[in-house]
Structures are given as C-alpha cells and as structure tokens.
C-alpha cells in the first residue's frame, strides 16, 4: 500500500494511492460504504495502532473501492503522511556522510589556512579524515521534534536565529508493532513500512551549539524546527529489497547528489535490534536513517538561498518536495 494523509475541507483523511498515485482511496470513505468500521481508518496512527487485522482490510479496500470513495490526488493538498509521529529517532548509518562532512570541513580549513600545505598534512595526520573506530561498535541517534513535521510541497520556514540553510537525504522505517528485546533477525516483522525523511539542519545552530556544549551534546535547536516527511508510507510488502534503493537530491530541479540506501552499515534491524534492549518502540515511531553520502549541502558545498525548491527521491517510495522560506536572509 502506497498511504498518504490528505486535507479535505479543513481536516485529516487517511488515504491509499492507486492509479499511478492519481487517485485516492479514503479508507474511512470506503469503510463506511463497505458496513465496515471505519475507526482504524480515522488517521494513519490510528491504522498503524489498528494492527495487521486492519492493515489486511486497508488492502481489500483499495482492491475493490467504490467511485464515490475516490478522489483525484491534485484536487487535494498533500499533509505528511503521518502529521504527529509518536516519537522521531535519527540515527547515523551511513558511515559515508561521516566521511563526506569531515573532508567538506578539511577543505574549509585548508582554504582558511595562512598555510594551505601545512594544514593539509596536519589535518591528514590527525585522523580527521577516517571515520571513528567507536561508529562501528554501535549505532548513535538523537530524538527530534516529532511536533515539527512537514509533509510534500509545504513551506519550511527557516528560523530567525539562523543563516546557514542545509537539507539532509535521509529516509525512515515506521513501527508497525510494538516491541521489545527483539534481535535483529525478527526486527524486519515489526517495520510497518518507509517514508522518505528531510532532517532540515541549520547548520550555525548546530555547530554553534555543539561547541558551546563542550561534549558534543549535540545538535540542540539547529535541528529542533522541522523534519520533512512524505510524500507517503509505502508498506513494507511492497519494497522486496529495501537495501538497494538509490537516493536523489535535486535542487530547483538539477541533480546534486546521488546515493543509495545499500551503503548502510546499520540497517533499519540493526536499529530495532539495539533501540528495543533497553526500551519498548511503539507504533508509529518514526527511525531515521542519517544522512547518505553527499546528502546534504555541508558535503557538496551547495549554497541553499530563501527559495530554492528542494528535492528527495528515494526510488519506490517517491519525492519529497519542499520550498525553503528564509525572508532575513533573502
């Protein structure tokens, strides 16, 4: 199932794309026609809450939806596919970016340098350069603003206290089922499918106050704004091999960076695996993947201005698109 959340004179619908994602199903709708409960159908939470009792109906549904539940995808407005999120963990598992973000900020230095030559070496030497051994002992996340979430062709407002706009590639798991202590192995039955993710990063903010911290406590309010979600929940049935799709950002419509989802070191299990030892994931919490590399402008050296029209596609799931709105810097 391809599942959206929608407006419709002012309120939240749940639906499923189907023809080529031209047209909804409001399962609500749908429900009501078919004598069925319409409750689980109420929003995507409450699908997601509902159980695979309620995800297998969705499916019978969408195969036989009557005209009148139907509607046509561009005479609505698009919400994110899951407006509340009960909880955002963003992880780091693409050891690439770590790579890509530390050789970005080399090359900032050595352009700074009085001594361009000298501070290439040093810099070299230090093992600036190599991805930290302790990445690979296990995975590290922080937990975002789950109030903060906006979906396809919405607007971002770019906070006041920051000048230095960047976009990150990323993509999410959803819980489907809540879960404990489970291992790696069984951690796949409890992803209720995949969104594409923008962890929209104002990078002064960030940087300021990771410095400030004096222990890396991480990215504070440079990150506490926004997260983009959408444009949809694909199920997790409908993507066979979820390590193997390419990621792409475009920028007012030009390619700038390309990917893929098979470069992560920690997979969305391994993520399960080490979350739920400690602590009970619930239904509706967003993951997120990190960064791929070259997923954001720090690495590629992009300058984002008030305006630009941001793209992320990562393949079988679609584009999330989003407008960069930051009027005190023009």
């Known amino acids: 199932m391809r ?49 695979p ?18 509607r046509a995808t561009a005479d609505v407005r698009l919400l994110a596919p899951l407006p509340r999120p009960t909880q955002i963990r963003d992880c780091l598992c693409f050891p690439d970016h770590l790579r890509g973000a530390a050789a970005a900020q080399a090359e900032r230095m050595i352009a700074a340098s009085a001594d361009p030559d000298a501070t290439r070496a040093e810099i070299e030497a230090s093992g600036m350069l190599e991805v930290p051994p302790a990445y690979f002992d296990f995975p590290v996340y922080y937990i975002s603003n789950r109030m903060a979430v906006a979906g396809p ?10 000048h230095g706009i960047d976009y990150e590639m990323e993509w999410a798991a959803v819980i489907g089922t809540a879960c404990r202590g489970v291992d790696a192995g069984a951690a796949r039955a409890h992803i209720f499918g995949y969104t594409v993710f923008n962890d ?18 991480g990215p504070a309010r440079g990150k ?20 193997a799709l390419t990621m792409t950002v475009r920028i007012n419509g030009e390619e700038v960076s390309r990917g893929s989802s098979s470069t992560m070191h920690y997979k969305f299990e391994d993520l399960i695996a080490f979350l739920s030892a400690g602590t009970t994931l619930y239904p509706g919490e967003i993951l997120g993947s990190g960064t791929v590399g070259g997923g954001c402008a720090f690495e590629t050296g992009q300058v984002i201005r008030s305006g630009d029209i941001i793209e992320l596609r990562v393949e079988s799931i679609g584009t999330l698109r989003n ?8």
């Open 53 to 70: 009792a309620s995800w297998d109906q969705a499916r019978l549904l969408i195969a036989d939806s009557p005209a009148s539940a139907l």
């Open 200 to 217: 929209w990063s104002a990078r002064d903010e960030q940087m300021r106050a990771m410095r400030a911290s004096g222990a890396n406590l």
């Open 3 to 51: 599942l959206i959340t929608y407006e419709l004179q002012g309120q939240e619908r749940l639906g499923a794309w189907i023809d080529g994602d031209r047209q909804i199903v409001d399962l609500a709708r749908a429900a009501e026609i078919a004598n069925a409960d319409a409750a689980p159908f109420a929003s995507m939470l409450a699908l997601i809450e509902a159980g």
């Open 224 to 243: 506490d704004f926004c997260n983009g979600l959408g444009p949809c929940i694909v199920t997790a049935d409908e993507i066979a091999d979820p390590y």
């Open 323 to 330: 407008r960069v709105v930051a009027t005190h810097i023009g």
């Open 153 to 162: 062709d919405a607007d971002v407002e770019w906070p006041t206290y920051s």
